[in-house]
C-alpha cells in the first residue's frame, strides 16, 4: 500500500468495510428524491389557488400529486452528485467498440448554440428558416460527397432508425418493381442486434450468414443464400470484428444480380471516411451514425441522428421531408409526392445534431477527416499490437480497423471470465470496452480507442489492461470476482433488473431497494 509523508495510506482501503453513512470520501451514497423529500413540505411557497371550472370531464385528480417536497439546494446536490457519479467521455477514455465514443469538440457546441440555430422552430415559415434548411443543405451534401450516393434521408434519429428507413425505401422499391414477394434478408452472424431486429419489425424473415474462419463474409456463402426471395442484405462494413470486408464488391454484385439490394450499415463509418466511399463499393442505402462517426454527442448526452444515404436505384423512394432547391431558395417537400415512401417522423430530424456535425466536417476539412479515419485505425492497431503477446485475438491474420477484437481464450482456466475481466476495469477507473459482441466469437472483449485519444491515455490504457491480465493469468481470480470494490454500487442483478425492472417507487419500498 502506498503511504504519504506522514505515513498515512493515500490510496483508498478497499476491504476496509463500508463507512457509516454508506458514502465513500466525498461522495456521498445518493438515495432518491423521495427518501430525501418530505412529502407534507413544501420547497415553494405559493398561494393556494382557486380552480373553478375545468374541461377535464370529470378526470381532475382528487388526491395530492404525493411529489416529495424539496428545496432547492436539495433538488440542486442530489442531481449535482448523481452526474458527479456518471462516466462521461469529458471524463476519460471510453473503449466501446462498435460505440466510437470520440470526443465532441466545444466548437460544435458554440455553433448549435447560436440563436438562429438553437432558437428555430419546426413549424415556423420556410422563408424563416433559410439558413436551417442551408445547413441541411450542406450537411447532405456532404454526406452524398463522402459516400457517394444520390440522395439522402436526413430524418431518422438513430443508427436503428435509419436501418428502418433504409430498408422502408427498399421495399418501397421491390413493390413498386413488382418484387413485393421478396420476403427474406441476409444478415451475417456478427452483425449488430439491431440488423435482423429491423427486418423482422418490416416483416421480413431473417437468414443468417455464417462468417468464415478470417470474421468475415464470404461471396459464396451469399452466392448459396441468394434466391427469388430475398429482399435485401444488411452487411456491416468495417464488419463488428473491426475488420474491413475483402469481398464487399464481389456480394454487392451477387446481390444486384439476383435483384436484391445491399443494405451496410455504416455505424463503423469513422473507420473509413475520407478514405473509401461505400458507394462505390457498390451501397444501396447506408444509415451513417452522425453521433458516432461525426462527433456529436451520444450515450446520455444525445439525441442520435442517422441520416440515410441512397443509391441512385432507391433515391425515389427516400422518405419525406426533404429540402429542395428551388432557384435561391430552399424548400422543404412535406407531401408524398412521387414514389416517396412517406414520412418516418414528426419534423425533419435533430437540428442541432445536423449543426454539430457540420461544423465536425468543416473545420476537419477533407484533408483532417481522412486524417481522423486514419488515426483511428492506428491507435486501435497500437492497442492490438502492444496486447498481443497476453491477450487472445481470434482473427490475428492482418491489421484491425478502428476497433480490435480479443476474446477469452487466454483467460481459460484463470477462473476469470470477462464480464469479471471488465469489473476490475472498474476498480482501476477505467471504462470497460464492449463485452461479448460481436456474438461471433466468445467472449468477446471489443476495444476501439477512437482517434481522440493521446499516446499517454493509450499508454496507460495498455498498462492498466496488461497488469489485469498478468494478474489474471497469475492466479488473482479474486481481485476479478470481487470486482468492483471501489465503485458506489457492486454487482447489480442485471438479469433481474431487465426482466423486472422498477421503475416507480412505491412508499413501502426500502431504502436503496429500488435504485437496486
Ligand atoms: C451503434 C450501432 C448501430 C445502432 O445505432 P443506434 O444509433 O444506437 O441506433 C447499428 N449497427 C452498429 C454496427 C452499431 O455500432
Redesign the pocket.
Known amino acids: 500500500m502506498s503511504m504519504n509523508a506522514q505515513g498515512r495510506p493515500s490510496a483508498p482501503v478497499a476491504d476496509a468495510g463500508a463507512p457509516a453513512t454508506g458514502a465513500a470520501a466525498l461522495l456521498p451514497a445518493e438515495p432518491l428524491l423521495f427518501e430525501i423529500g418530505d412529502r407534507d413540505h413544501s420547497g415553494v411557497d405559493l398561494p393556494d389557488i382557486e380552480v373553478g371550472n375545468d374541461r377535464l370531464g370529470g378526470l381532475r385528480r382528487k388526491t395530492a400529486l404525493d411529489l416529495p417536497g424539496l428545496t432547492e439546494p436539495e433538488a440542486m446536490r442530489h442531481y449535482v452528485r448523481l452526474s458527479r457519479q456518471n462516466y462521461a467521455i469529458d471524463s476519460g477514455m471510453y473503449p466501446l467498440g462498435?460505440?466510437t465514443m470520440k470526443h465532441n469538440p466545444r466548437l460544435n457546441e458554440k455553433t448549435a448554440r447560436l440563436p438562429g440555430f438553437a432558437d428555430v422552430h419546426p413549424l415556423q415559415p420556410v422563408s424563416t428558416v433559410q439558413g436551417a434548411l442551408g445547413v441541411i443543405e450542406e450537411l447532405s451534401h456532404w454526406l452524398m460527397e463522402l459516400t457517394n450516393t444520390t440522395a439522402v434521408a436526413m430524418s431518422p434519429k438513430?443508427?436503428?432508425?435509419g436501418e428502418l428507413c433504409g430498408m422502408m425505401a427498399i421495399k418501397a422499391a421491390h413493390e413498386a418493381n413488382g418484387q413485393g414477394h421478396r420476403k427474406i434478408v441476409l444478415v451475417p452472424e456478427s452483425a449488430?442486434g439491431?440488423n435482423p431486429a429491423t427486418a423482422a419489425f418490416l416483416g421480413y424473415t431473417v437468414k443468417s450468414i455464417d462468417a468464415n474462419e478470417h470474421g468475415t463474409v464470404d461471396v459464396d456463402a451469399v452466392k448459396a443464400a441468394l434466391s427469388d426471395d430475398v429482399a435485401a442484405i444488411m452487411l456491416?462494413n468495417p464488419n463488428?470484428c473491426g475488420l474491413f470486408e475483402p469481398q464487399v464488391i464481389e456480394i454487392a454484385q451477387a446481390v444486384h444480380d439476383a435483384g436484391a439490394y445491399f443494405y451496410c450499415?455504416g455505424?463503423?463509418f469513422n473507420a473509413i471516411m475520407g478514405v473509401v466511399r461505400p458507394g462505390d463499393l457498390g451501397i444501396d442505402a447506408m444509415h451513417i451514425?452522425l453521433?458516432?462517426t461525426f462527433s456529436t454527442p451520444h450515450g446520455g448526452g444525445g439525441p442520435?441522428a442517422?441520416p440515410v444515404v441512397l443509391s441512385a436505384a432507391l433515391a425515389p423512394f427516400a422518405p419525406v421531408p426533404f429540402v429542395r432547391r428551388d432557384g435561391d431558395a430552399l424548400e422543404l417537400v412535406e407531401h408524398t409526392e412521387g414514389q416517396h415512401f412517406g414520412r418516418l417522423t414528426a419534423f425533419h430530424g435533430q437540428m442541432g445534431m445536423f449543426v454539430r456535425a457540420l461544423t465536425y466536417m468543416l473545420s476537419h476539412g477533407a484533408d483532417g477527416l481522412a486524417q481522423a479515419a486514419r488515426d483511428a485505425v492506428l491507435n486501435a492497431n497500437y492497442i492490438k499490437a502492444r496486447l498481443a503477446d497476453l491477450f487472445s485475438a481470434p482473427y490475428n491474420h492482418r491489421p484491425v480497423m478502428h476497433e480490435v477484437l480479443f476474446d477469452d481464450t487466454f483467460l481459460k482456466g484463470t477462473g476469470v471470465s470477462t464480464l469479471d475481466f471488465a469489473k476490475a476495469m472498474i476498480d482501476e477507473g477505467v471504462h470497460p470496452m464492449t463485452m461479448y459482441f460481436p456474438l461471433v466469437v466468445h467472449g468477446a472483449m471489443l476495444i476501439e480507442p477512437t482517434e481522440s485519444e493521446s499516446l499517454q491515455t493509450l499508454d496507460a490504457f495498455i498498462a492498466t489492461m496488461r497488469d489485469l491480465a498478468e494478474d489474471a493469468k497469475s492466479g488473482n481470480s479474486e481481485r476479478f470476482t470481487a470486482a468492483p470494490v471501489r465503485a458506489p454500487l457492486r454487482r447489480l442483478d442485471e438479469t433481474r433488473a431487465a426482466r423486472q425492472p422498477r421503475l416507480k417507487w412505491t412508499p413501502s419500498d426500502a431504502p436503496r431497494a429500488a435504485a437496486q
Not at 158 to 161: K, L
Open positions: 462498435s460505440c438513430a443508427g436503428a432508425h449488430h439491431t456491416t463488428t450499415d455505424a463503423n451514425n453521433h458516432k442520435g442517422g
